[in-house]
Each structure stands twice: as structure tokens, then as C-alpha cells.
């Protein structure tokens, strides 16, 4: 049994709304469904509190269920997310890579030092970084950024869930990766260049 | 400019190669030309350390989503 009472669990439970809703908007890209996913969640986690143990922690548990939550809806709305992720905008993209290389193919700007790969970035600062650029990316890609990288779903499975061809589904990752990693040399990473 | 030979690539190809090794297995002949060309090329190499922290990055997120208040 669970030591406390059945109302302090609840309340608990409740101080994590706004910060799995943070999270499930971030994932979903749609208010109305992120607020049911976390309904849902709050709900299954006070339908079975004897679940919870005590050497996890509540925010971790809730967190696993929200990522269940949020995959049930994402199938559910399939049709939607997979009609969204063919409207973006495919020339802004190109635009990229067009500053990004010269024609011939040559990097138009050596990419910038980065540091050691291992390096530990755990700040909140950073996070906060990485957060906005993943928000500011393109529903439908942000979507299927998400599910590989926050929910580590193979590539299988997303295009089995969603009903999208491996092609389509690597397009968008491929952009994604290529627009988070603008982002982050933007605004993390970028040094005083010399003018 | 694409370049007539199989295995030799451009940086913009490489890179193209390099973030989709980040979500699919690469055929073994697109693996050897990256190789060759991350072995002669001095941007591309960057490129890749830059994907790598993002790999690196990602994973520390999810633990910080996971648990960490």
C-alpha cells in the first residue's frame, strides 16, 4: 500500500499538471488533444495509485504514462497529422540548403565548432534553448521530430502508427534535424565572429 | 555540380547522408563514400560532431524530461 492518504496523492498529482501539459503540447501541437492526453493521464494515474512505487519518482511515472497517452492519440489522430506533414513548407527548406552550400556543393560557411560532442549541456538554460527550437518547428515535423527523439519510436513504427511511407516520414526528420540544428547553432552554440 | 564518380561526394551530399544515418541504416555504398569523403573533407567533419551533440543533447533532454525538476 501506498503510505499516504488518497487526497494528498491527488494533490500530488495535480502540481505536475501544468508541466506534463508543457510537454504534451510541445508533442501533440494541439491544445484540445494535449489537454485530454493529460486528463487521461491524471485520471489512469488515480485510477491505480498502488502502481506508483516509491523508488520512482511521481514526476518520472507520470511522465511514462503521458508518453502512452500521447501515442494513443497520435494513432488516433493519424489521419490528421499525416494529412499536415504533406503542407508544410517545402521551399523554405530548400531555402536553407541554399545558404547553407554554395552550388557547387562546397559548404558556403565552414559549420562552427561546436565543442565536444560528450559535453554535458544539462543547464536549464540549454534546455529552454533546445525546447523553443523544437516548438518552433513546423507542426507536423515537430510532431514526428518528437516521436523519434521524445518518445524513441523506431522509424517503423511511426509510419506503421501514422500511416505515412518511410520516404515522407524521412523528408520530414531530415528537415526537422536540419532546422533544430540552425536553431541551435543560432542560438546556443554561435560565437563573436570577426566582421 | 554532382560529382561523375559513385563514391565521391559533395559536402552538401555528405551532409544530406549524415542526418539521414541519424534515422535509417545507409546502404553500404552510400556508408564507404561517406567514409572516404569525412576522411579528405575538413568541414564535413564538423558537420558530423554537430549532429553527434545534437544525438548527445537529446538524450540528456529526455532524462531531463523524464525526472529532473
Known sequence: MHPTDSDTFEQQIALHRDYLLRFARLQLRNDTWAEDAVSETL????????????????????????????????????????????????????????????????????????????????????????????????????????????????????????????????????????RLRECLDLNWFARPKAL | MKPTYPLRLTCQQAAALMLAREDRALPLTDRTALHLHLVICKACPRFERQLLTMRHAMKQWRGYVDGAD
Open chain 1, 43 to 178: 485520471l489512469a494515474a488515480l485510477a491505480r495509485p498502488q502502481a506508483f512505487e516509491r523508488r520512482s519518482q511521481l514526476k518520472t511515472w507520470l511522465v511514462g504514462i503521458l508518453k502512452h497517452k500521447v501515442v494513443d492519440a497520435l494513432r488516433q489522430q493519424n489521419r490528421e497529422v499525416r494529412l499536415s506533414s504533406n503542407d508544410d513548407d517545402a521551399s523554405a527548406d530548400d531555402l536553407m540548403d541554399q545558404a547553407m552550400f554554395k552550388p557547387d556543393g562546397h559548404f558556403a560557411e565552414q559549420p562552427a565548432n561546436w565543442g565536444n560532442p560528450e559535453q554535458e549541456l544539462g543547464s536549464r538554460q540549454f534546455f529552454a534553448v533546445l525546447e523553443a527550437c523544437a516548438s518552433k518547428l513546423p507542426a507536423s515535423q515537430g510532431r514526428l521530430f518528437l516521436m523519434r527523439e521524445w518518445l524513441e519510436l523506431s522509424s517503423e513504427e511511426i509510419c506503421k502508427d501514422l500511416g505515412l511511407t518511410p520516404t515522407n516520414l524521412y523528408v520530414q526528420l531530415h528537415r526537422a534535424r536540419q
